[in-house]
């Protein structure tokens, strides 16, 4: 085994656990994100609640598609690794690349300034 592979091992239970909660944090960061931004613009400028959902479950399950394929390519690519190396990208990489997109969403919804005021 490599020092990659030996460390990957060692450490699969805790990012496993990781890759599980950091989509529910994602989420909760994008409910805050959302409401700061209904507080911050003004009501004709708002993004609909509709909207920033499909947002964040179409590049959510797009970024989760492809951590999930990198995360198997990862895991997968040595001659020594096991049968159940697919695992990595189903609760790794696929989680964390999703959770990543989820939160970039409400980041970047929150970055949205209010239109400037006329004197």
């Known amino acids: 085994m490599s020092t990659l592979e030996t460390v990957l091992v060692k450490l699969f239970p805790l990012l496993v656990l990781l890759g599980l909660i950091s989509p529910l944090a ?8 959302y409401f700061r931004h209904l507080d911050r613009v003004e ?28 995360g198997i390519s990862l895991a997968c690519n040595s001659a020594t690794s096991g049968n159940l190396c697919g695992l990595w990208g189903f609760f790794v990489a696929g989680p964390f690349a999703m959770a990543l997109a989820i939160f970039l969403v409400g980041w970047s919804l929150s970055l949205v300034r209010p239109a400037a005021r006329e004197e």
């Open 43 to 70: 009501p004709e400028r708002h993004v609909s609640g509709i909207a920033f959902s499909l947002a964040v479950i179409v590049c959510g399950a797009i970024a989760g598609y492809f951590g999930l394929i990198f």
């Open 26 to 33: 994602a989420l909760l960061s994008a409910f805050v994100f």
